[in-house]
Nanobody, 114 residues
């Protein structure tokens, strides 16, 4: 049974930081591209950051310089360090694994509010 379980979301003030975690099980983690996506109310889901099995990374322009994606293949974990958070970063954040198949986590809410 494949599971992607996100954690680490919550409320945060503008300028603050959060670290999201995604625990993957049931897949050969090292063979999967892992990504963080987000969906704000009334908007379509978008890619925030991705990391390949070779540790190549890519970021949405809106988060470059503020967010960092990383993976720990020994622990089957992928992380998203989010700094200098803005109101517009408020969304549900999803972990996604793309490889032989395509899997999504259930999402974790990030709310940036003063």
């Amino acid at each position: 049974q494949v599971q992607l379980v996100e954690s680490g979301g919550g409320p945060v003030q503008p300028g603050g930081s959060l670290r999201l975690s995604c625990a993957a099980s049931g897949i050969i983690f090292s063979l999967y591209f892992m990504g963080w996506y987000r969906q704000a109310p009334g908007k379509r889901r978008e890619l925030v950051a991705g990391i390949s099995n070779g540790d190549s990374t890519n970021y949405a322009d809106s988060v470059k310089g503020r967010f960092t994606i990383s993976r720990d293949s020994a622990k089957n974990m992928v992380y998203l360090q989010m700094n200098s958070l803005k109101f517009e970063d408020t969304a549900v954040y999803y972990c996604r694994g793309i490889g032989q198949n395509d899997y999504w986590g259930q999402g974790t809410q990030v709310t940036v509010s003063s």
